[in-house]
């Protein structure tokens, strides 16, 4: 998701669905990305991560997409449920000392 | 997974006065530490990347003579707010990482400390 002012963009799922975050990445050069999830005051928690020499990667319940040729990144939750309610970052390593670049956030609510 | 640990998790302080925030790695040693600054509904920035026992490095428009930060030991980083006014009021967050290995290891975040200025 982009970044609009100081309004993180949210997306409404309800209980039970799939859940599609996506990201835009910005640097060509990066090699490794990590989807993070974050709740209410506290700090990041790593979800699951993808090399760039890979397209797709799966973990429980949670799929990563690549798609280098428009830099795009995707985070795919299966079958979402009220603990997955939390802002989800996609970060970019810029770096080989692990140098991390953060997306916007997508705000991810969780309906009954 | 390895655990970094941010003290103290949340500080209010006067303003013009100085706060110390250590970012402690619990069972690794850590080469590579990074701090980051996030306001509400905002995504984290980079401040600075620190490496044990040398010079930290900040990232372009941060202040190193207000946020400084020292890497004096592999399980410890600390950043002082120096001068603190409401406008450093923010989410202050700590990472680490080992070494310097390309190919996915991943950085092992600290809990953040929430940092008001009255």
Known sequence: GESVGLHLPTLSVQEGDNSIINCAYSNSASDYFIWYKQESGKGPQFIIDIRSNMDKRQGQRVTVLLNKTVKHLSLQIAATQPGDSAVYFCAERTDSWGKLQFGAGTQVVVTP | ?118
């Open chain 2, 1 to 118: 997974g390895a655990v970094v640990s941010q003290h103290p998790s949340r500080v209010i302080c006067k303003s013009g006065t100085s706060v110390k925030i250590e970012c402690r790695s619990l069972d690794f040693q850590a080469t590579t530490m990074f701090w980051y600054r996030q306001f509400p509904k905002q995504s984290l920035m980079l401040m600075a990347t620190s490496n044990e026992g040398s010079k930290a490095t900040y990232e372009q428009g941060v202040e190193k003579d207000k946020f400084l930060i020292n890497h004096a030991s592999l399980t410890l980083s600390t950043l002082t707010v120096t001068s603190a006014h409401p406008e450093d009021s923010s989410f202050y967050i700590c990472s680490a990482r080992v070494g310097r290995v390309r190919g996915g290891t991943e950085a092992f975040f600290g809990q953040g400390t929430r940092l008001t200025v009255v």
